[in-house]
């Protein structure tokens, strides 16, 4: 039986008020006919719809009108019903499969919701507000879309003929509050020893890459692993939405542009990354490589630009740098595939592996050492492991993460930084 949480106002389910409603958006939205969206005015459209309120017969409670003007504004110039999730904060995602289907993560938990559109026209009424400000369109012959919200949300759109049931709106949530290393440790995801081993490696400018499944959490790992980077440092960060919160004083931030309605004009992560190596970098931070971006991004490593740290999506540690292989070859550079692991095994020092667990909750699972080659094989080595042991009855993952007993062979680069780690970050035996 899935779980449910309950947004929507009881009195805006009844159906004399969404009547009401219904005709008082009607009545304001021939006043907005000849009005841009971008000169629509929140303040000046609530006074309309106040207004007309007034004018209509019956008497409305004070405390039903404020909850109707604010439905009724969603619908004229905001989101409509997402509205009502948009503004709780601790709701990650927000998925629309349908106008009766609109479900939330909250908690790494999904839960169906009272939220619903008219129709499917209503949704796409929705979506057209959220592309055109982008001057963006969505049709038959473009059914797929990538957005932001001002808020910095990312939305990703797709419509009939790809969808088959009907329009679908996906968006992830910008989350404003950041979070800091003490709260993953309480929460669980990481250990106090592995807290500072982390932040070890970053100040000793090693290369990091971090890995994981789908809302995984990392980019909220990437944020706080920047937080480390030295204050006088020169930071870049590449990202398809801008989502990295870093409060460092010299920090250029760099963003993909999608191609307008002609195709043209588009900027790709690799054309950033290109343009960051003319910047005087110190440190290079990659939202999330996806393709022939990785090449680019290993050159840098290899040439000094040390420090580096990058996402991508993958399933363990060996997986991450199967997939690296894989958009390295996507840059048609030709080369054979040993001379890409070469690459990798020169470029990387640390992958961090991130996996939502069965349960919802968020850990870091491995952090693995890229060692070297061993053949033509990249041999990597866990310094720190998760282990799971069981379930406990109420479907929580019992387990525990624990040091492996091995030092990295780069722990004479983290000593160089003033980092001298005891023999208890390890594991028995230092």
Known sequence: MSRTCTFVPPV??????QKLKSALTASVAQMLQNIPPRQQNRQAVRQWLSEA???????????????????????????GPLEWLLREPDISEIMVNGPRAVFIERGGELYETDVAFEDDAHVMR???????????????????????LPDGSRVHIVIPPVAIDGPHITIRKFLKTKMEMSELIELGALTPYMATFLEACVVARLNILVSGNTSSGKTTILNVLSSYIPEHERIITIEDAVELQLKQKHVVRLETRLPNVDGLGAVSVRDLVRNALRM?????????????????MLQAMNTGHTGSLTT??????RDATSRLETMAMMAGLEMPLVAIRKQIASA?????????????SRKITHITEVV??????ITLMDIFKFEQTG???????????????IRPQFNPRLEAAGFKLGGEIFGAGF
């Open 126 to 148: 929705i979506i057209d507000r959220i592309v055109n400000p982008l001057g963006r369109q969505v049709n038959a012959d473009h059914p797929t879309a990538d957005a932001r």
């Open 12 to 17: 805006l389910r009844d159906p004399r008020f």
């Open 53 to 79: 309120l007034e004018r209509l017969p019956g008497n409305v409670p004070a405390e039903i009108r404020e909850q109707l003007l604010d439905s009724a504004l969603a619908d004229l110039i905001g989101y």
């Open 391 to 405: 379930l406990a009855p109420d479907g929580k993952v019992i387990g525990q993460t624990r040091p492996t007993g």
């Open 372 to 377: 070297g080659m061993e053949g033509d094989v």
């Open 280 to 296: 005087r970098p110190d440190r290079i931070v990659v939202g999330e490589v996806r393709g022939a971006e990785a090449m680019d």
């Open 312 to 317: 991508l999506h993958a399933n363990g540690p």
């Open 348 to 360: 990387m020092d640390l992958i961090v592996h991130l996996t939502r667990l069965q349960d919802g």
